[in-house]
């Protein structure tokens, strides 16, 4: 059975970094899409970003274009989130999510294997 276990949240003042990371244990070779998700107090969990097998397709949502950077390393079994100009409202507990297939698909119930989450708060 594939665990995923992320690694890197915090608090930070806006504008800083934060780098979020996933390590695959019991990795499956055939792990296809992996993508981040969010979720804040009181909201539905969103997608954030995801990547293909490859790592050459990526999808990032409106919110953290240009600021956020998903990639994965398929050697490490890790996946990454590169966090920059942070915003308060980008406050929320962070998922990694798994999928088998090998194209990713933006809603939640497309992803069979979810991390823990990790806390990412952004004061202003």
């Known amino acids: 059975q594939v665990q995923l276990v992320e690694s890197g949240g915090g608090s930070v003042q806006a504008g800083g970094s934060l780098r979020l990371a996933c390590a695959a244990f019991g990795y499956h070779s055939s792990i296809g899409c992996m993508a981040w998700f969010r979720q804040a107090p009181g909201k539905e969990r969103e997608a954030v970003a995801d990547?293909?097998?490859?790592?050459?397709?990526?999808y990032y949502a409106d919110s953290v274009k240009g600021r956020f950077t998903i990639s994965r390393d398929n050697a490490k079994n890790t996946l990454y989130l590169q966090m920059n100009n942070l915003k308060p409202e980008d406050t929320a507990m962070y998922y990694c999510a798994a999928t088998y297939r090998n194209y990713c698909e933006l809603s939640p119930v497309r992803f069979n294997l979810w991390g823990q989450g990790t806390q990412v708060t952004v004061s202003s």
């Open positions: 990547i293909g097998p490859g790592g050459g397709s990526t």
